[in-house]
Each structure stands twice: as structure tokens, then as C-alpha cells.
Nanobody
């Protein structure tokens, strides 16, 4: 079992930045692909970014490419999402997820473990 806990969400003005963290526990190894998703009421969960187990590969949704950076520190069992140049369209609950594979995963149903989410609100 893997437990994931997000933190770092909050309220920020448009153009600002936030750094989300996801602390993982309960694992005996860190060989999982990981990702960030976001969701707003009435909408499907949206892929944001994914990173391979060894940080060798990353993949971003077009909507965040160039603004967001996904990274991980396997020694600390922590995943990060640096979000820059935020706009109100980025407002959502952001979820951390882990998949039992080493490579990039971009489909939400392919992830095995999910955090409870952290709210990000960007005001205009």
C-alpha cells in the first residue's frame, strides 16, 4: 500500500507561483511512475504532468507546458509540482498519484494510488 498526502495549495493572485508537495509513505521502494492531476466541479479529472521513476522522463499537458515543472526526490519519497505564471484557469483541486510502473502514465484510471487533494485557487 502507498499513502499519498498533498500539501502546498492555497490562494494566489494571477501571475503568481505555488509549489505543491506530495509525501509518499508505506512503500518499500520508490519505483513508481507518479503524476499530478487536477479537477474542478462538473469536469473530468485532467492530466497535468507525469514523471518516470528515476526522473529521466517527464510529460506535460499542453495547458501547463512551459509554466509547470514536475520533479521528485526519491530519497525523501516526495513529489513536487512547481507552478509558475498561474492564471484563474488553473484553479482546481490538485491530486498526486502513483502508478505501479516505471514509465510515464497519463491516464487517470491507470494510477493505483491517490492523495486526498489540495485546493489551488488563482484569483484574477
Amino acid at each position: 500500500q502507498v499513502q499519498l498526502v498533498e500539501s502546498g495549495g492555497g490562494l494566489v493572485q494571477a501571475g503568481g507561483s505555488l509549489r505543491l508537495s506530495c509525501a509518499a509513505s508505506g512503500r518499500t521502494s520508490n519505483r513508481y511512475a507518479m503524476g499530478w492531476f487536477r479537477q474542478v466541479p462538473g469536469k473530468e479529472r485532467e492530466f497535468v504532468a507525469s514523471i518516470s521513476w528515476n526522473s529521466g522522463n517527464t510529460y506535460y499537458a499542453d495547458s501547463v507546458k512551459g509554466r509547470f515543472t514536475i520533479s521528485r526526490d526519491n530519497a525523501k519519497n516526495t513529489l513536487y509540482l512547481q507552478m509558475n505564471v498561474l492564471n484563474p484557469e488553473d484553479t482546481a483541486v490538485y491530486y498526486c498519484a502513483a502508478a505501479q510502473t516505471l514509465g510515464i502514465v497519463i491516464t487517470s484510471r491507470s494510477y493505483d494510488y491517490w492523495g486526498q487533494g489540495t485546493q489551488v485557487t488563482v484569483s484574477s
